[in-house]
């Protein structure tokens, strides 16, 4: 009962705050075109004011979730407050608080981050023995406070606090914090994105080397987005891990033939080419048996795809909505792509009945087992494009008359082509022919009016 008496009266006005801001937004909404300047203009205001307070208030539930341990067993925590008996469930699905907020409110776990994150740094704080302590950023909890800043600002802010930690002493990060909270409640976060990193600027100095604590926090990979097909990564690597990683993508901008026709073969920019190295050198990796196996299989790139669509000749299909092939991790991918990926691939065909269930799993083989390989090895020596000069362990075996068209594996109807060459041929506009067993290229008549057949004589010499 007491607990009834601790909980309802602020559910209630919660419940009572939902149906008043939601009978006022309603009626603002629909008499927006009616107000005079200055009045919308207030409206404005008003709005910014509640959001910002509101998105504290979230910050404050996601904190109280993971201070409960909410995620840890939700079922049995539900059955208690409801007043039913625990059933004693089995292990939690969610490893973390951040999990249970993902799949309760259907937000990101970015964002369910970032609201926990933000209340544990700006909201008051308790000690083990119950003790009351002020918010970790006393300056940036009373912009919050007073909304004067929004969600934006300071998650930018706090993101930089965190990043100075163990870095900076502490009259200059107080001096960053006053700084940031004066900006937060007077710019708008792209006017704070620079002070940030002059504040980082200022702190590092290119002159210390990362403590094993600053490594922890930033150093790694990070999948940032995805927009039209390209994803895009952030990568922060200390000074061997980036020699590495120079040291391959260098490797894959080797000089070609000096000649006008070489040069105008090639028209990627240097990012293109380091990406096309670096990638093509993980592919060359996943090949070999020195990655930790993953469900007893090698890893590697896996797709899932219709047989008949695996047959079919995807020649006018270009979109992702063409085919229902899809990546594990990337999901669907487009026809041209899949082409390219079905060249070197393993097949495992799986029989599905009529509700999705597995009927059948047969054995996997190989388009081009490894005795075809090392006879396209021998014989091309690296890639077969002309003028390139990526060898051949960092190539793929392409089907010359593609696989979706003749489904026939056979060194005379191979070739190693390297990641960005193979991707290139699947765009369909250089012709590919086995003359005399070597790969010939007829390239585009925007490239060559006449269409010469050329080869790669640079691994002959």
């Given at each position: 009962m007491g607990t009834d008496v601790l909980i309802r009266p602020p559910l209630e006005a919660l419940h009572q705050a939902e149906s008043s801001i939601a009978a006022a937004l309603a009626s603002a909404s629909a008499n927006f075109a009616l107000l005079s300047s200055a009045a919308l203009l207030a409206s404005l205001d008003t709005l910014e004011r509640i959001s910002r307070a509101l998105s504290?208030?979230?910050?404050?539930?996601?904190?109280?979730?993971?201070?409960?341990?909410?995620a840890a067993d939700p079922e049995r925590h539900f059955a208690?407050?409801?007043?039913?008996?625990?059933?004693?469930?089995?292990?939690?699905?969610?490893?973390?608080?951040?999990?249970?907020?993902?799949r309760r409110l259907r937000i990101s776990k970015a964002e369910a981050r970032r609201r926990i994150r933000l209340g544990e740094c700006l909201l008051p704080r308790r000690s083990l023995g119950g003790e009351a302590l002020p918010p970790r950023y006393e300056k940036l909890a009373a912009a919050a406070q007073s909304a004067a800043a929004g969600s934006e600002a300071l998650t930018l802010s706090v993101r930089a606090l965190d990043e100075v930690a163990g870095r900076a002493d502490e009259p200059t990060r107080l001096a960053m914090e006053t700084s940031l909270s004066e900006l937060a409640s007077t710019q708008d976060p792209d006017f704070l994105r620079p002070v940030v990193q002059r504040w980082n600027t200022i702190i590092d100095q290119d002159g210390t080397a990362p403590s094993e604590a600053?490594?922890?926090?930033?150093?790694?990979?990070?999948?940032?987005?995805?927009?039209?097909?390209?994803?895009?990564?952030?990568?922060?690597?200390?000074?061997t891990e980036a020699e590495v990683l120079l040291t391959v993508m260098n490797a894959g901008t080797n000089p070609r033939t000096e000649t006008a026709d070489a040069?105008?073969?090639?028209?990627?920019?240097?990012?293109?080419?380091?990406?096309?190295?670096?990638?093509?050198?993980?592919?060359?990796?996943?090949?070999?048996?020195?990655?930790?196996?993953?469900?007893?299989?090698?890893?590697?790139?896996?797709?899932?795809?219709?047989?008949?669509?695996?047959?079919?000749?995807?020649?006018?299909?270009?979109?992702?909505?063409?085919?229902?092939?899809?990546?594990?991790?990337?999901?669907?991918?487009?026809?041209?792509?899949?082409?390219?990926?079905?060249?070197?691939?393993?097949?495992?065909?799986?029989?599905?009945?009529?509700?999705?269930?597995?009927?059948?799993?047969?054995?996997?083989?190989?388009?081009?087992?490894?005795?075809?390989?090392?006879?396209?090895?021998?014989r091309d020596?690296?890639?077969?494009?002309?003028?390139?000069?990526?060898?051949?362990?960092?190539?793929?075996?392409?089907?010359?008359?593609?696989?979706?068209?003749?489904?026939?594996?056979?060194?005379?109807?191979?070739?190693?082509?390297?990641?960005?060459?193979?991707?290139?041929?699947?765009?369909?506009?250089?012709?590919?022919?086995i003359r005399s067993g070597i790969p010939w290229f007829i390239p585009p008549s925007w490239l060559d009016p006449l269409r010469d057949p050329r080869r790669n004589r640079f691994h002959q010499i």
């Amino acid at each position: 009962m007491g607990t009834d008496v601790l909980i309802r009266p602020p559910l209630e006005a919660l419940h009572q705050a939902e149906s008043s801001i939601a009978a006022a937004l309603a009626s603002a909404s629909a008499n927006f075109a009616l107000l005079s300047s200055a009045a919308l203009l207030a409206s404005l205001d008003t709005l910014e004011r509640i959001s910002r307070a509101l998105s504290m208030v979230q910050a404050a539930a996601a904190v109280a979730v993971q201070e409960r341990n909410l995620a840890a067993d939700p079922e049995r925590h539900f059955a208690v407050a409801s007043g039913d008996e625990p059933t004693g469930s089995p292990r939690s699905e969610f490893r973390n608080a951040a999990e249970f907020l993902q799949r309760r409110l259907r937000i990101s776990k970015a964002e369910a981050r970032r609201r926990i994150r933000l209340g544990e740094c700006l909201l008051p704080r308790r000690s083990l023995g119950g003790e009351a302590l002020p918010p970790r950023y006393e300056k940036l909890a009373a912009a919050a406070q007073s909304a004067a800043a929004g969600s934006e600002a300071l998650t930018l802010s706090v993101r930089a606090l965190d990043e100075v930690a163990g870095r900076a002493d502490e009259p200059t990060r107080l001096a960053m914090e006053t700084s940031l909270s004066e900006l937060a409640s007077t710019q708008d976060p792209d006017f704070l994105r620079p002070v940030v990193q002059r504040w980082n600027t200022i702190i590092d100095q290119d002159g210390t080397a990362p403590s094993e604590a600053e490594l922890k926090q930033r150093q790694g990979i990070w999948r940032m987005r995805t927009h039209r097909g390209l994803n895009q990564f952030l990568i922060w690597a200390d000074q061997t891990e980036a020699e590495v990683l120079l040291t391959v993508m260098n490797a894959g901008t080797n000089p070609r033939t000096e000649t006008a026709d070489a040069r105008g073969l090639d028209q990627r920019s240097l990012p293109q080419k380091h990406l096309d190295a670096l990638v093509t050198a993980v592919k060359a990796a996943l090949q070999t048996e020195l990655f930790p196996r993953t469900g007893g299989s090698r890893p590697q790139p896996l797709a899932t795809v219709g047989f008949k669509e695996l047959l079919a000749d995807f020649s006018d299909a270009e979109t992702p909505a063409a085919t229902t092939a899809r990546l594990a991790f990337t999901g669907p991918i487009n026809a041209k792509n899949l082409r390219a990926l079905a060249c070197d691939a393993e097949i495992i065909p799986v029989v599905f009945g009529g509700q999705g269930q597995v009927l059948d799993v047969g054995a996997g083989r190989r388009f081009f087992n490894r005795t075809q390989r090392l006879a396209l090895i021998a014989r091309d020596r690296g890639c077969s494009f002309p003028d390139c000069t990526i060898p051949a362990s960092w190539c793929e075996a392409h089907h010359v008359d593609w696989w979706s068209r003749n489904p026939w594996t056979a060194v005379d109807n191979g070739a190693l082509l390297c990641s960005h060459h193979h991707h290139l041929i699947h765009q369909g506009q250089w012709e590919m022919q086995i003359r005399s067993g070597i790969p010939w290229f007829i390239p585009p008549s925007w490239l060559d009016p006449l269409r010469d057949p050329r080869r790669n004589r640079f691994h002959q010499i």
